[in-house]
């Protein structure tokens, strides 16, 4: 005989209706907790603090107390008064004048003459002259007097040097560099020739080729004749 149930005893019958109740639950207790109101703890009132009636202060109000000097009592008066006769005789004290008369000779000290002593400049580099020295036959502004000296010094190096003594003397061949300086005083002339070259002879045939340069217009310095100082390199070909 099978024992069967009884359909109150069932409870999947009601199990929407638990599920419907849960859910309804959730919903009110999350809206509770959303709705819940919080506040911050306050504090009781700690006064303000007046920062002015510290900074306060009280300024006593003073007075200048001008120190009483003491009178000085007047002088004593003198005990005897001298009286003079009008007929005492007194001297008096004659001051004698310092005006010099015209007629009297008035004796003046010898003045020195101090001769001027000549400033002596010294040598001045050709790049930074004020007035270039002047080659013969060379015109123009001071740039054109630059390059035209440049170019008739090269021009009469190589007119004058012996193109013959580097293959003579046995040099390398290739090119060979010959570094030329001299002065031109405040004459014109040229002086204290220096070079240097690859051989002994070579620099003797430089120094002989520049001595035979001509005279030139000096250079000048703040319109003054100064010696300028001129260098310039050469090159040698050696076959």
Do not use: W
Request: hydrophobic share 35%.
């Amino acid at each position: 005989m099978e024992i069967k149930k009884s359909p109150k005893s069932n409870l999947e019958n009601f199990s929407k209706i638990f599920m419907q109740i849960g859910l309804v639950l959730a919903l009110f207790i999350t809206y509770v907790a959303i709705e819940k109101k919080t506040f911050d703890k306050t504090y009781g009132d700690l006064g303000s603090a007046v920062m002015n009636a510290d900074m306060e202060e009280e300024i006593p109000i003073t007075e200048r107390v001008e120190p009483v000097k003491p009178k000085t009592p007047p002088p004593p008066a003198p005990e005897k008064i001298e009286i003079v006769e009008d007929e005492k005789e007194i001297e008096e004290t004659v001051i004698e004048s310092t005006e010099t008369d015209e007629s009297e000779a008035v004796e003046v000290e010898e003045i020195e003459e101090v001769e001027e002593v000549e400033e002596i400049e010294e040598d001045v580099s050709f790049m930074i002259i004020e007035d270039v020295p002047v080659f013969p036959g060379c015109k123009g502004n001071k740039a054109e007097l630059k390059k035209c000296f440049s170019a008739k010094v090269q021009k009469h190096f190589g007119r004058k040097f012996d193109s013959e003594l580097p293959n003579e003397l046995g040099l390398s061949p290739g090119r060979k560099r010959v570094f030329i300086g001299f002065k031109i005083d405040k004459k014109g002339n040229i002086v204290n020739i220096q070079a240097r070259a690859p051989h002994p002879k070579i620099k003797a045939e430089v120094v002989k080729v520049m001595k035979q340069l001509p005279k030139m217009k000096p250079g000048r310095q703040r319109g003054k004749p100064v010696g300028v100082k001129y260098s310039i390199p050469f090159t040698l070909i050696v076959e």
